[in-house]
């Protein structure tokens, strides 16, 4: 099962890891990705990691991120 990112999260995130790549990531910032993250666990009844781990992979890995979903997608289609 694929979890489900709004676009605020991943705005977030790719803010917080723009800055990251420029040294300069902001308390202000983390702490907003943080917040945006356990929200959004809470209201979906996931594991807060695992929200993590999905956007952290999907905007910091943007090509492993699209090659995983065409092949989820190509498995979906088979069954």
């Keep these: 099962m694929a979890i489900e990112l709004n676009d605020e999260l991943i705005q977030l ?3 917080a890891w723009e800055e990251i790549q ?19 666990a809470e209201a979906k009844n996931l594991s807060r990691y695992d929200v993590e781990m999905e956007l952290k992979f999907r905007v910091r ?13 190509e498995a979906e289609a088979k069954k």
Excluded at 61 to 73: F, G, I, S, V
């Design 22 to 40: 420029a040294k300069e990531l902001t308390v202000d910032t983390a702490a907003a990705v943080q917040a945006a993250i356990t929200a959004h």
């Design 13 to 15: 995130e790719t803010k």
């Design 61 to 73: 890995n943007p090509e492993a991120y699209e090659e995983r979903e065409r092949k989820r997608r």
